[in-house]
C-alpha cells in the first residue's frame, strides 16, 4: 500500500515565477494538509482540504493557494516566489486514524 | 493559542545511553500530544501520542513518553541509545483528535546525536 506520494522531489525557481507542488493522498485517506519547514524549523501548518474544499489555513498569504481534486489528490501553489519560501513542503493525508506524511519536496528559490 | 517548546536544540548521547528529550506545551484545552521523527532528507514519521488515555505512552523503536499534566510536559525517553537513532525528533500538539479537523503545532525540534 503505498503511502503519501509527493512530487517533485525537489525543486529549483528564481525569485518571482509561480510553483505548483502535487500530493497523493495514502489510499482511503481523505483530507490533506500542507506544511511548511523551513531549514532548521519545525513544520508550519498551511491550509488543509477536505471534500474540495479549503478548511483550515495557517498564517500564510494569499500567495499560497490550494486545490483538492475527487480523487483527494491535492496541489500547493506558490505565486511571486521570495527567497524566504525555500523550504521543505510537507503533505500530510488523514482520515479518523491520523496523519501520514509525505517525504516533501524541496523547494529552493534563487 | 496551543504550542509545544523543545529544551534543547542538540543533545547528544553516548551508544548505549539514556535519551531523555525535552518537550513542554501550552494548552487551554486538554491537548493531544505527539513526538515525531525525521531521518535526513524524509518526511516525519509517527513514534507516540497521547490521547488522554494512559499516561505513560509507549511508542516504537523503544521510546516512551510520560504526560504530565502539573508540569505540561510530555518528555521522550528510551532506555539505551543506538546509532541509529541519530536523527531530528519532533513534540507536536493538537487540540482535537487529528483526524480530518485539526492542524498539528510542532515545536522547533531536537537533533539527537549518537556518539560511538
Known amino acids: 500500500d503505498a503511502g503519501v506520494t509527493q512530487s517533485p522531489t525537489h525543486l529549483i525557481k528564481t525569485r518571482g515565477q509561480q510553483v505548483t507542488l502535487r500530493c497523493s493522498p495514502k489510499?482511503?485517506?481523505?483530507?490533506v494538509s500542507w506544511y511548511q519547514q523551513a531549514l532548521g524549523q519545525g513544520p508550519q501548518f498551511i491550509f488543509q482540504?477536505?471534500?474540495?474544499?479549503?478548511?483550515q489555513r495557517g498564517n500564510f498569504p494569499d500567495r499560497f493557494s490550494g486545490h483538492q481534486f475527487p480523487n483527494y489528490s491535492s496541489e500547493l501553489n506558490v505565486n511571486a516566489l521570495l527567497l524566504g519560501d525555500s523550504a521543505l513542503y510537507l503533505c500530510?493525508?488523514?482520515?479518523?486514524?491520523?496523519?501520514?506524511f509525505g517525504s516533501g519536496t524541496r523547494l529552493t528559490v534563487v | 493559542a496551543q504550542s509545544v517548546t523543545q529544551l534543547g536544540s542538540h543533545v547528544s548521547v553516548s551508544e548505549g545511553a539514556l535519551v531523555l528529550l525535552r518537550c513542554n506545551y501550552s494548552?487551554?484545552?486538554?491537548?493531544?500530544l505527539f513526538w515525531y521523527v525525521q531521518y535526513p532528507n524524509q518526511g516525519l514519521q509517527l513514534l507516540l501520542k497521547?490521547?488522554?488515555?494512559?499516561?505513560l505512552v509507549k511508542g516504537i523503536n523503544g521510546f516512551e513518553a510520560e504526560f504530565k499534566k502539573s508540569e505540561t510536559s510530555f518528555h521522550l525517553t528510551k532506555p539505551s541509545a543506538h546509532m541509529s537513532d541519530a536523527a531530528e525528533y519532533f513534540c507536536?500538539?493538537?487540540?482535537?483528535?487529528?483526524?480530518?479537523?485539526?492542524?498539528?503545532?510542532f515545536g522547533s525540534g531536537t537533533r539527537l546525536s549518537i556518539r560511538p
Open positions: 500530510a493525508s488523514s482520515v479518523s486514524a491520523g496523519y501520514t
Open positions: 489510499s482511503g485517506h481523505d483530507t
Open positions: 482540504y477536505y471534500e474540495e474544499e479549503e478548511r
Open positions: 494548552s487551554s484545552v486538554p491537548p493531544y
Open positions: 497521547y490521547t488522554s488515555a494512559a499516561t
Open positions: 507536536a500538539v493538537s487540540d482535537t483528535n487529528p483526524s480530518s479537523a485539526s492542524k498539528i503545532i
